[in-house]
T-cell receptor, first 112, second 109 residues
């Protein structure tokens, strides 16, 4: 298995633009997590899905952030409109039930 | 409030030396405790997962201990190598994961 796949690996955009981050979890895993990591705040859970259903989105900062999981092999995290304070590394992770989480390589987002 | 606190915040040791990283948690109820290693520019990788009934668990040169009574855990690294330079994150789990801020470990040759 290739592990968790994220794209793009790097994204540079201007304030106000829409940003879409993509994630393909490990085949067979039924839980998917979106995290954001910054130097100031460390690793923060934004939202997680179980069997494609959002279970806890309390970590989503505001309405500008939205996440979808249309099927078991794909998820997106969208920021619209983006702001400079959204600059961070965004990780996707997947797991089987509540077991060990496997992380993707992350997407480094820079909003100018 | 559910919290995970780690110490030290950062640590520098010489290659070949041992070190111990600390983790205190106030998560309740408690299900399991996890240690992750995060290399610079990469996602965290799981090192160990321990339930409340386990006192110690090893993964190569990494040994994690857990005292569920005092709510403390430690990660001991034996005979450190340059590749051990990373951030080590302690995570407690009940119905959700509570992440610590991590300890940044630097191994110098």
């Amino acid at each position: 298995d290739a592990g968790v796949i994220q794209s793009p690996r790097h994204e540079v955009t201007e304030m106000g633009q829409e940003v879409t981050l993509r994630c393909k979890p490990i085949s067979g895993h039924n839980s998917l997590f979106w995290y954001r990591q910054t130097m100031m705040r460390g690793l923060e859970l934004l939202i997680y899905f179980n069997n494609n259903v959002p279970i806890d989105d309390s970590g989503m900062p505001e309405d500008r952030f939205s996440a979808k999981m249309p099927n078991a092999s794909f998820s997106t995290l969208k920021i619209q409109p983006s702001e400079p304070r959204d600059s961070a590394v965004y990780f996707c992770a997947s797991s089987l039930a509540r077991r060990e989480q496997f992380f993707g390589p992350g997407t480094r987002l820079t909003v100018l | 409030k559910n919290q995970v606190e780690q110490s030290p915040q950062s640590l520098i040791i010489l290659e070949g030396k041992n070190c111990t990283l600390q983790c205190n948690y106030t998560v309740s109820p408690f299900s399991n405790l996890r240690w992750y290693k995060q290399d610079t520019g990469r996602g965290p990788v799981s090192l160990t997962i321990m339930t409340f009934s386990e006192n110690t668990k090893s993964n190569g040169r990494y040994t994690a201990t857990l005292d569920a009574d005092t709510k403390q855990s430690s990660l001991h690294i034996t005979a450190s190598q340059l590749s051990d330079s990373a951030s080590y994150i302690c995570v407690s789990f009940n119905y959700q994961l509570i992440w610590g801020a991590g300890t940044k470990l630097i191994i110098k040759p």
